[in-house]
Nanobody, 124 residues
Framework: QVQLVESGGGLVQAGGSLRLSCAAS????????MGWFRQAPGKEREFVAA????????NYADSLKGRFTISRDTAKSTVYLQMNSLKPEDTAVYYC?????????????????WGQGTQVTVSS
């Protein structure tokens, strides 16, 4: 079992920044590819970013490249999502998740454990 707790969400004006954190406990954090997803009201959960077990490889949704950065601190068992130049359409609940070890990194079904989510609201 892996427990994930997201934090760092909140209300921010368009153009602002937020850094989300996801603290992991349970099984060895460094074994997992980690991902961030988001879900806006009335929409499906969508892929945001993923990072390899050692942080050497990252992947992003095409629409978010250049504005969002995923990183991880293995010593702290924490993965981060730095979000810059935020837009109202970034408003959503943001979730972190651990990858199963198989399956495409951008598909929700490829992830085994999920956090409870943190709300991000961007005002215009």
């Amino acid at each position: 079992q892996v427990q994930l707790v997201e934090s760092g969400g909140g209300l921010v004006q368009a153009g602002g920044s937020l850094r989300l954190s996801c603290a992991a406990s349970g099984r060895t954090f460094s074994n997992y590819v980690m991902g961030w997803f988001r879900q806006a009201p009335g929409k499906e959960r969508e892929f945001v970013a993923a990072i390899s077990w050692n942080g050497a490889s990252t992947n992003y949704a095409d629409s978010l490249k250049g504005r969002f950065t995923i990183s991880r601190d293995t010593a702290k068992s924490t993965v981060y999502l730095q979000m810059n130049s935020l837009k109202p359409e970034d408003t959503a609940v943001y979730y972190c998740a651990t990858h199963r070890g198989t399956g495409r990194y951008y598909i929700t079904g490829s992830y085994a454990y999920w956090g409870q989510g943190t709300q991000v609201t961007v005002s215009s």
